[in-house]
C-alpha cells in the first residue's frame, strides 16, 4: 500500500513564524503535490512537484514556498505566518507510471496560526 | 472562480437507500475526473474515477456518470451504508499533473 506520510497532525505557530512542513511518500513516486483544505473552498492546489528538484505553482502559491531535494520528500515553507494561513494542509502524491491520475494522501496537518 | 462545483454541502439518506451525489463543471478541456471520499482526521482516499471517453463506470456499490453535453457528474452509492458517511470530493483534471477539486458533499446515511 502507498504510504504518505506528514510530520506533523497539529502545529501551533504564531505570525511571522517560518513554518516548515514535510511530507514523505515511500513508493517511489515522481509527483507530489501540496494542498490547503478550507471549508466550503474544497482542496486548492498550492505547489506542485514532477521531478527532484522541479516545481510548479499551483492556484494558490503566494505566501509559500517549496523544496524537493529527495524524490520522496516534498517540503512546504511558509515564509512568515500569517493568520490567513490558518488551514488543513495535505500532500499528496501520484506516479507518472500509473497515468498520474490517482493520487494518494497524507492524513493532513491541521495548522493553527495566532 | 472555482472549476469544479458541489452546490450541496450535504446530504442525508437512509441506509439502504441510494445516495446520489453532484458535481458539475465549467472547464470543457477536463478529460479526466474522479471521486475521493474522506473521514474526519484523514486525507482523501480515492474511490472510483471515468474518463471523458465514457460515460458511466462501475466498481460495486459506486457508479459514476458522465453528463458530458450538461458538465455533469455525479455518484451513485446503492445501497448506502453508514460505513458511507463522509465528504465526498468530485475532482477534474485537463492534464494528470493538475486537479482541481470540488468543495466537497458530507453524506450522512441514517441507520
Known amino acids: 500500500d502507498v504510504k504518505v506520510t506528514q510530520s506533523s497532525r497539529y502545529l501551533v505557530k504564531r505570525t511571522g513564524e517560518k513554518v516548515f512542513l514535510e511530507c514523505v511518500q515511500d513508493m517511489d513516486h515522481e509527483n507530489m503535490f501540496w494542498y490547503r483544505q478550507d471549508p466550503g473552498l474544497g482542496l486548492r492546489l498550492i505547489y506542485f512537484?514532477?521531478?527532484?528538484?522541479?516545481?510548479e505553482k499551483g492556484d494558490i502559491p503566494e505566501g509559500y514556498s517549496v523544496s524537493r531535494e529527495k524524490k520522496e520528500r516534498f517540503s512546504l515553507i511558509l515564509e512568515s505566518a500569517s493568520t490567513n494561513q490558518t488551514s488543513m494542509y495535505l500532500c499528496?502524491?501520484?506516479?507518472?507510471?500509473?497515468?498520474?491520475?490517482?493520487?494518494?494522501f497524507g492524513p493532513g496537518t491541521r495548522l493553527l496560526v495566532l | 472562480d472555482q472549476q469544479v462545483k458541489q452546490n450541496s454541502p450535504s446530504l442525508s439518506v437512509q441506509e439502504g437507500r441510494i445516495s446520489i451525489l453532484n458535481c458539475d463543471y465549467t472547464?470543457?478541456?477536463?478529460?479526466?475526473f474522479l471521486w475521493y471520499k474522506k473521514y474526519p482526521a484523514e486525507g482523501p482516499t480515492f474511490l472510483i474515477s471515468?474518463?471523458?471517453?465514457?460515460d458511466k463506470n462501475e466498481d460495486g456499490r459506486f457508479t459514476v456518470f458522465l453528463n458530458k453535453s450538461a458538465k455533469h457528474l455525479s455518484l451513485h452509492i446503492v445501497p448506502s451504508q453508514p460505513g458511507d458517511s463522509a465528504v465526498y470530493f468530485c475532482?477534474?483534471?485537463?492534464?494528470?499533473?493538475?486537479?482541481?477539486f470540488g468543495s466537497g458533499t458530507k453524506l450522512n446515511v441514517k441507520p
Open positions: 471515468i474518463s471523458s471517453i465514457k
Open positions: 475532482a477534474a483534471s485537463a492534464g494528470f499533473n493538475k486537479f482541481y
Open positions: 512537484s514532477y521531478d527532484v528538484k522541479m516545481k
Open positions: 472547464n470543457s478541456m477536463f478529460d479526466y
Open positions: 499528496a502524491s501520484s506516479s507518472l507510471a500509473g497515468g498520474g491520475e490517482t493520487q494518494y
